[in-house]
């Protein structure tokens, strides 16, 4: 699952409008929409507080070796 489709599904399941969501990550009734759109570049600090709601930690997963690539020089 993506995680703009996440965010949207677990804010459902919790019962929050974006505007309720937004208040408690901090965040504008716009961020939320267009972090459940694709449309945003939220900060490290904004992904902090919306996983921290959601019971999660923010880290980073390796990607399988046959989906790496190179760095483009």
């Known amino acids: 699952m993506r995680f703009p489709d996440a965010v949207a599904e677990i804010r ?3 019962g929050l409008t974006q505007e ?3 208040e408690i990550t901090g965040t504008t009734k716009r961020q939320v929409a ?3 759109t694709g449309k945003a570049n939220p900060t490290v600090e904004t992904l ?4 921290g709601l959601f019971g999660f930690s923010l880290g980073f997963v390796p990607r399988k ?3 790496m ?3 483009k020089m």
């Open 20 to 22: 309720q969501f937004a």
């Open 48 to 51: 902090q507080r919306i996983a």
């Open 12 to 14: 459902r399941s919790l």
């Open 65 to 67: 070796s046959s989906e």
């Open 34 to 36: 267009e972090i459940e």
């Open 69 to 71: 690539q190179a760095p």
